[in-house]
């Protein structure tokens, strides 16, 4: 059975399995920097990194060990947009150092707890090698991706039902929210790609495993990702065009409706400004109140009227 120990530094968690040790920190301070200092022989760039607010993804090739700083989405329900969260992992052949500096990746620390808790598990998973263990911590959390990009395809597909039921506005507003998301999403992934592929194709004889196995099937899961989403933008583009177009339809229903409407009414608005004019015309003042001139006038703007209507039918503009 393995030894299993826990080491508490501050955030510093530690587990030992045989030769292998994984030390795990949440939440880094300048005094975790400064263990780690003591205990591994890591630069000091990439130690000011492990502070620093935010890295972008990479790999650093040491003779001992490798830094990698990689970031994985987390959706933020209160702003609706997926937020990256960075992860920094120091492997070398007798450790793995990963550091998370908001706390949010749930499946790391439920992977550390499981192998703190269960010596089982942590047989499995830290008897074998150092690279070994650092592909079920990306596995981990690559697959945790999944559950994301589900959510971002159903919003997609619940786009198209709001595009032809809800009012515009409504509609505008939900394209912009899920347009906002997605971006976010592809500008975590894309940067991984590369990375995980360099963990695929190079060597690094420290990490003891079959890397184009265990690491191509990662690079699989991300770029599996990376088609998702690029195949949800293309939706997401296209019913934001059908959203420009409906919306302009209906603009244009409006203006034909109000033309038509003030095509009808204009004769009758020219007889009524013509006999309002202050001078004497037929039908004018009398003595006697006479209606027969208003009846005329009334029957000739509804013939008017009526004609125009019978015009616009037959020329298929209503």
């Given amino acids: 059975m ?3 120990n826990e080491e508490k530094t501050s955030n510093v968690s530690l587990i030992e399995c045989g030769k292998l040790n994984w030390v795990y920190i949440e939440k880094p301070t300048m005094q975790d920097v400064e263990y780690l200092a003591q205990r591994f022989n890591f630069h000091l760039l990439n130690l000011d990194d492990v502070l ?12 001992d060990h490798l830094f990698i700083v990689l970031h994985f989405p987390v959706f933020n329900k209160e702003n609706r947009v997926t937020t990256p969260s960075e992860v920094d992992i120091f492997i070398g052949e007798t450790y793995v150092v990963t550091i998370h500096k908001s706390g949010d990746l749930k499946p790391l620390a439920k992977f550390f707890n499981e192998c703190h808790v269960d010596e089982g598990i942590c047989s499995a ?12 911590i990306l596995d981990r959390l690559v697959n945790y991706c999944f559950p994301i990009l589900d959510k971002v395809v159903d919003n997609a597909e619940k786009l198209e039902d709001l595009i032809f039921a ?3 506005p409504e509609t505008v507003h939900e394209i912009m929210m899920i347009r906002r ?5 592809r500008r975590v992934i894309h940067p ?7 963990l695929e194709k190079e060597e690094y004889p420290f990490l003891k495993e079959d890397q184009d196995i265990y690491f191509g099937d990662i690079a699989d899961h991300i770029r599996k990702i990376w088609d998702g989403l690029e195949d949800c933008k293309e939706v997401v583009d296209g019913l934001a065009d059908t959203s420009n177009w409906l919306t302009s339809h209906r603009i244009q229903e409006v203006m034909r409706i109000l033309t038509i409407v003030m095509a009808i009414m204009a004769p009758a608005t020219l007889l009524a400004s013509i006999y309002g004019m202050n001078i004497r015309l037929p039908g004018g003042e009398e003595q006697v109140p006479n209606l027969w001139p208003l009846v005329i006038i009334l029957l000739i703007m ?3 009227a009526v004609a125009m209507l019978w015009f616009f039918r037959r020329r298929h503009w209503i």
């Fill in 2 to 4: 393995p030894l299993v």
């Fill in 52 to 63: 620093s607010r935010v890295q972008r993804p990479k790999i650093d090739e040491y003779p």
């Fill in 125 to 136: 998973y830290m008897s074998r090698s150092s690279g070994f263990l650092l592909y079920h």
């Fill in 166 to 168: 809800r009012p515009v």
């Fill in 181 to 185: 998301d997605l971006i976010s999403f």
């Fill in 192 to 198: 991984q790609v590369s990375v995980v592929e360099m």
């Fill in 302 to 304: 509804l013939g008017i």
